[in-house]
């Protein structure tokens, strides 16, 4: 976990107003994104992020979180199947709802690992495969926005994906 996440959780434990909203901040586009792959509407995404952070809120207490961003990935997969479940009801059928959960489930696990390993990157290398692949710079804006070479991004980012390689393919086979 990086040091912000780890300041804003301790920040949250202690009920400050302005860690919650800098969390808040921080990650409501993402997991709004994340939303978007089970939910159509975007009021739906909303209704259900807004109960994550709530929940969060509410348990902020007893809170023991590893991961901010893969704690808050995973609660709002489960956000998202209540909606879905809430939708529809017609859905009885337990056993299909067990293989479905399963499925879903096991996919929210990988993605959850996922950013787990990319979370354990070292702090410059995480920064810099964040901003090119989920912020969408190129190199050479990275290189300019950090004031370091174009040739170190390009290194960091091969590194990063190194790394995550290798910690993935052992996933892969454990989900198999």
Same mark, same amino acid.
């Given at each position: 976990?990086?040091?912000?996440?780890?300041l804003?959780?301790?920040?949250?434990k202690?009920?400050?107003?302005?860690?919650?909203?800098l969390?808040?901040?921080? &990650?409501y586009?993402?997991?709004?994104?994340?939303?978007?792959k &089970?939910?159509?509407?975007?009021?739906?995404?909303?209704?259900?992020?807004?109960? /994550?952070?709530?929940?969060?809120?509410?348990?902020?207490?007893?809170?023991d979180?590893?991961?901010?961003k893969? &704690?808050?990935?995973?609660?709002? &997969?489960?956000g998202?199947?209540?909606?879905?479940?809430?939708?529809k009801?017609?859905?009885?059928?337990?056993?299909?709802?067990?293989?479905?959960? $399963?499925?879903?489930i096991?996919?929210?696990?990988?993605?959850?690992e996922i950013?787990?390993?990319?979370?354990?990157?070292?702090?410059?290398?995480?920064? +810099?495969?964040?901003?090119?692949?989920?912020?969408?710079?190129?190199?050479?804006? +990275?290189?300019d926005?950090?004031?370091?070479?174009?040739? $170190? /991004?390009?290194?960091?980012?091969? +590194?990063?994906?190194?790394?995550?390689?290798?910690?993935?393919?052992?996933?892969?086979?454990?989900?198999?």
């Amino acid at each position: 976990m990086t040091a912000g996440d780890q300041l804003l959780i301790q920040g949250l434990k202690s009920g400050d107003e302005r860690s919650f909203q800098l969390l808040f901040d921080q &990650y409501y586009e993402l997991l709004i994104s994340y939303a978007a792959k &089970y939910l159509d509407s975007i009021d739906e995404r909303r209704e259900v992020i807004q109960r /994550v952070f709530i929940r969060l809120f509410e348990r902020r207490d007893t809170l023991d979180i590893q991961s901010l961003k893969s &704690y808050l990935l995973k609660s709002t &997969y489960n956000g998202c199947i209540e909606e879905l479940r809430r939708q529809k009801p017609f859905l009885d059928n337990r056993e299909t709802d067990r293989i479905e959960d $399963t499925d879903f489930i096991e996919q929210a696990e990988r993605e959850a690992e996922i950013w787990k390993a990319i979370d354990e990157l070292p702090q410059k290398c995480h920064q +810099i495969f964040v901003m090119n692949r989920f912020e969408g710079l190129k190199n050479q804006q +990275i290189a300019d926005k950090l004031g370091i070479s174009k040739r $170190t /991004v390009e290194t960091q980012i091969s +590194i990063a994906l190194k790394t995550l390689r290798e910690k993935l393919l052992s996933l892969l086979w454990f989900f198999g």
